[in-house]
């Protein structure tokens, strides 16, 4: 069997196209597949159940109808046999192929939860110890998501502490671009952990992550864990830090929506965007300036930009460059992808009078208040 089709296009602006569509899930489908996962039933019955699932069923992401198949598929009791066969199969590659419906079924924040619920996370870790290339691969391409959602409540989730489990991910390495791809997102879900960081440092993390992959969108997230690891870290060699931040710096040279369209083109997925604002915040101007040109990056997806006012991301990212006295090219730049890919939502304005008259004081405004109009005219009141 295959694993997961990775290279699966999300338009960025799939919420508008199917913001009308009515649908209801494909009932006598999945009824069929759940009951050819019955534990009575043969493994190779099984083993082609989940395939089905994994490859025609549940990709690709941000599609209504999968989506209504998915949440259906798990309320029939379809994800506790997905988790049964994951832990009881005999044969490795049925365990292997429960495993990548589970990878595919892991699309947003709700399935994420629910998936931690259902004892998936833990069938993961147990994958990762296998020894099992293939169950191994699976377990770091579904926890790339399980962990990205994890990291907005990391103290609900008992791997938090488990600095064996960074050991185990940074020591697994196989050859091909979609296993890199899943590592690079999943030790980048695993940087936004407070209770990770200083782990993933100290077991060699840093030197992995500099590694040049000659892939861009590997490369940009392997550089993004690199901010989230050295940011308000003040004990890192300073030869080090320096290295880090050239790494990162290479990638001002890119346009944001540059990777964009690969994230949209390999059909990434993000469940959490808050974690930019801590890099937002850092005293390091180039760590502050590739957390905006992430931003931009992100701006381009309507689901991302849903994400980001979910999160409140915007006003805050707003605000830091509302105070930034003297702003680069690549900030205009950045801030220009923003502007735009925004400025239509009705949501922005009154972000900007939150902003404008509630974190800064009047003598802040008046200081940028010629940014300000200059962007937003309307926005900007009488003083």
């Known amino acids: 069997m295959s694993d997961p089709i990775v290279s699966i296009t999300i338009s960025d602006t799939t919420l508008k196209e199917q913001a009308n569509l009515k649908i209801k899930p494909e009932k006598l489908r999945v009824n069929g597949l759940i009951e050819r996962l019955h534990p009575s039933n043969e493994e190779n019955i099984v083993r082609k159940a989940c395939d089905e699932l994994a490859h025609y069923v549940f990709i690709p992401w941000l599609n209504k109808q999968n989506q209504a198949n998915k949440m259906y598929f798990c309320k029939q009791g379809g994800l506790k046999l997905l988790v049964h066969w994951m832990k009881e199969a005999k ?14 079924f892991s699309e947003s924040a709700v399935m994420q939860e629910i998936l931690w619920k259902e004892g998936a ?47 185990k991910i940074l020591d697994t390495k196989q050859e091909g671009w979609s296993f890199n791809l899943a590592k690079a997102g999943c030790l980048l879900s695993l940087s936004k952990y407070p209770t990770m960081r200083q782990s993933m440092v100290e077991n060699g993390a840093i030197t992995q992550l500099l590694e040049n992959k000659n892939d861009e969108l590997i490369d940009y997230l392997q550089a993004l864990s690199i901010a989230h690891l050295i940011a308000g870290n003040h004990t890192l060699d300073s030869a080090v830090r320096n290295t880090c931040l050239q790494s990162i710096e290479r990638h001002f040279d890119r346009h944001p ?32 300036l590739f957390a905006l040109h992430c931003s931009a990056n992100l701006s381009y997806g309507d689901y991302n930009r849903a994400l980001m006012q979910e999160e409140d991301l915007i006003g805050p990212l707003f605000y830091s460059q509302w105070v930034e006295t003297d702003r680069n090219e690549k900030q205009q730049e950045c801030l220009a992808v923003l502007i735009k890919n925004f400025g239509a939502s009705d949501a922005v304005p009154s972000l900007f009078q939150i902003c404008s008259n509630g974190i800064m004081n009047r003598t802040q405004f008046t200081h940028v208040r010629p940014v300000v109009e200059e962007l937003f005219p309307e926005v900007v009141t009488p003083m």
């Open 121 to 167: 996370g833990h069938a993961l870790f147990d994958f990762l110890k296998s020894g099992v290339p293939r169950k191994e691969r699976v377990a770091i391409g579904a926890l790339f998501g399980l962990f990205d959602y994890g990291s907005n409540n990391p103290q609900d989730l008992p791997f938090s502490t488990d600095t064996d489990l960074v050991k």
């Open 91 to 104: 044969d490795p590659d049925t365990q292997a192929d429960a495993g990548t419906a589970v990878w595919n």
């Open 257 to 288: 929506s540059e990777i964009r369209k690969k994230e949209s083109r390999h059909g990434i997925v993000w469940s959490s965007t808050k974690h930019l604002l801590r890099l937002l915040r850092d005293d390091d101007p180039t760590i502050r």
